[in-house]
């Protein structure tokens, strides 16, 4: 079996991020969602107990060292923070996501 480039990684936690907001978006826009949760911008925002069972799976997949997953749920759970506004939750989720993805990166260069 080929191993994967690092390039090739970049993609694929891309396009699992994308597919993940995207489940998200289109359930939100499915479900009945609080008034309490309806954002001024893109329909509404998932309520904080869906963010909450959000991360409660990040860290699963962070105590399973589970990277690639972990990356991506990092920075579906920073979506969600930016479709609720919440700024500051926002940034610290994207930096998780990033800090992931950069500690992702170099376990691929260190195991080539």
């Known amino acids: 079996m080929q191993k994967l480039t690092k390039n090739q990684w970049i993609i694929i936690v891309v396009v699992l991020g994308l597919i993940a907001v995207g489940y998200i978006a ?14 001024p911008i893109g329909g509404t925002a998932a309520p904080d107990s869906f963010i909450e069972s959000q991360i409660a799976q990040y860290n699963i ?16 759970i920073s979506m969600l923070y930016l479709q609720k506004q919440d700024e500051a939750k926002y940034a610290e989720w994207k930096d998780i996501g990033k800090t992931c993805e950069d500690a992702y990166m170099a376990s691929m260069g260190a195991a080539q």
């Open 26 to 39: 289109y359930n939100n826009t499915t479900t009945n969602v609080p008034n309490s949760a309806v954002t």
């Open 61 to 76: 997949m962070k105590s399973q060292n589970a990277m690639p997953d972990q990356c991506v749920m990092a920075n579906t």
